[in-house]
């Protein structure tokens, strides 16, 4: 258990900033990166407050001279229904996510007594950022008068849409969303941004179809009204590439202040790459020629996908590389099984020809997207992957899963031209002929359309580039936004004069 003795200040004369991530590595990987900028360009104390097994990672992803600070919250998974040792999202099925977001509502009598010895010791933090999922600590953070911002690790656009639809619960009877004629393109404005509209087909089966006791609906309708009680909310997305979701954001004064710090993304690994041989073999193709295709660290498809997306690729002639993990219904840490499981003979004949790699586990994603023989990313379009992509100059062909990834692929569609939609859902009727056309569309640098979508994304990666520099006086959006939240935070601050250090 943390206490203020463990938590030693590692900066003279500063006061703690609290960072309490969700437990996901989609989540860790960029509250580390905000920690990192927060540590560089400020004068606070920088603590990531988490589980035991989570901090242990977190540790060996840093310097040993870092001056971050990690502190670990007790958790007993088994309390909570739980496997033994299930401390991140990594190692659960898809059933335990909901019981294990719901858990980590425990580390609220820990967080408080941490908070109450800190400021009985005189060291009241500057500020708490909480992600959305832990936006519970909010009352925590009123009771002793601490400035609090949520950590939204989604972009703004998307958020924006996801926020609308589910305040706006139950659509079970509601004519705008359900017609007669079931006109599935049909656009309607969203209730809190109508110069935004939605296709009916952009509005997944769940919001569409739940009652208002479902509990997911339960749980983000929580999230919502938490995060409403907060003094901000960071993103992580660059102003310049979001003006709209920003603005979205902005215009309804309910979420306090809003600021974009990114991009917030996993940094080259620093260690040799041993595991694949991706590397070597984009260097034997041409620029902008590969399509690497991943559906994320948690994301598979079901047995006919994987055959339709398999027969697909190869039909394309484009060359690729395919992060892929056993279909839906088997357990992801087996073996894959090729001959059953892939149209029969793919696999050898992509290798004799050189078109395609199969990565059975991990890949390195970061090296991949800025390789120059990259030439798009099919991809799941959660905002991790987007943001990635997107910072490579990347093209994105889209198949969203869930959650708000349908708003993002429409982002990067409609608002931003640098994406094409292929599927939408897990669900999705996957055809060989259409991923052989999508594939052949994006990749066709000559193309008007592929070309165009591959001049935008490296103009977009350039201006996300910008956001983090400083360079000859002038400050990126980013760097201006880090400013500005920690000057909110101070001039919101309760003195108590804690400047010993211990
Ligand atoms: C930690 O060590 C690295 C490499 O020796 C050095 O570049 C860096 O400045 C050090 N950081 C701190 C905070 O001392
Ligand atoms: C929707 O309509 C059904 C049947 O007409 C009705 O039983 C139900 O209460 C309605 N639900 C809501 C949320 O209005
Ligand atoms: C139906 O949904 C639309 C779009 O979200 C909303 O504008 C409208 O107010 C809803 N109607 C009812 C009766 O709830
Ligand atoms: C995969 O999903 C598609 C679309 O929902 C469905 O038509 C198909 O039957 C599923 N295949 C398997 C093997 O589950």
Redesign the pocket.
């Known amino acids: 258990m943390a206490s203020e003795q463990e938590l030693r200040k590692t900066k003279a004369n500063s006061e703690h900033v609290l960072l309490l991530p969700f437990m996901a590595q989609g989540h860790l990987i960029p509250t580390l990166a905000l920690a990192k900028i927060l540590d560089q360009r400020t004068p606070h104390t920088i603590t990531i407050l988490n589980t035991p097994l989570n901090i242990q990672r977190l540790r060996s992803s840093l310097p040993p001279n870092t001056t971050i600070q990690l502190s670990k919250l007790p958790f007993n998974p088994t309390d909570h229904g739980l496997p033994p040792s299930s401390e991140n999202t990594d190692s659960l099925p898809p059933h335990l996510i909901l019981p294990f977001i719901r858990a980590s509502e425990s580390f609220q009598p820990h967080l408080h007594r941490l908070l109450s010895s800190l400021c009985s010791a005189g060291c009241r933090p500057l500020c708490i950022i909480s992600d959305e999922f832990m936006s519970w600590s909010v009352d925590s953070a009123r009771e002793f008068g601490i400035f609090h911002s949520v950590f939204n690790t989604g972009g703004a656009y998307g958020s924006a849409i996801f926020f609308s639809v589910w305040t706006h619960l139950p659509y079970k009877n509601n004519t705008t969303i359900h017609t007669a004629q079931d006109d599935e393109d049909e656009e309607f404005p969203l209730p809190d941004f109508p110069e935004t509209t939605l296709r009916r087909s952009q509005l997944s089966e769940s919001p569409r179809s739940v009652e208002e006791d479902d509990p997911w609906a339960v749980l983000f309708r929580k999230h919502l009204s938490f995060i409403e009680r907060s003094d901000g909310m960071i993103l992580n997305t660059v102003e310049e590439l979001e003006t709209k979701g920003m603005r979205h954001l902005r215009s309804k004064n309910r979420w306090g202040r809003v600021w974009a710090i990114g991009p917030l993304i996993r940094p080259p690994s620093p260690l040799p790459i041993v595991e694949t041989n991706c590397i070597e073999w984009l260097n034997q193709h041409p620029p902008a020629s590969v399509v690497y295709i991943s559906f994320g660290s948690q994301n598979t498809i ?4 994987m055959m339709e997306m398999g027969k697909g690729l190869e039909a394309s002639g484009k060359p690729f590389i395919w992060v892929i993990r056993p279909p ?2 088997f357990d992801l840490n087996d073996e894959f099984r090729a001959e059953e499981w892939l149209p029969e003979g793919l696999e050898e004949r992509i290798a004799a020809r050189k078109q395609g790699v199969l990565v059975k586990k991990w890949a390195p994603q970061m090296e991949i997207l800025g390789h120059e023989s990259t030439g798009a990313f099919l991809s799941h379009c959660g905002w991790n992957s987007v943001l990635e992509s997107l910072s490579c100059g990347v093209p994105i062909i889209g198949w969203p899963m869930g959650a708000e990834q349908p708003f993002n692929s429409k982002l990067l569609e409609e608002e931003l031209g640098v994406g094409v939609e292929m599927a939408r859902w897990s ?3 996957i055809r060989a002929d259409e991923v052989a056309r999508v594939v052949g569309v994006v990749m066709d640098g000559v193309s008007e359309k592929g070309g165009e979508m591959r001049r935008k994304a490296k103009q977009i990666a350039e201006v996300i580039r910008g956001a983090l520099v400083e360079e000859e006086g002038r400050k990126g959006s980013s760097i201006r936004a880090i400013e500005d939240f920690i000057q909110t935070a101070l001039s919101n601050r309760r003195i108590d004069g804690c400047f010993k250090t211990h």
């Open positions: 079901n047995l006919s996908q839906t219904g669900k999705a009727e």
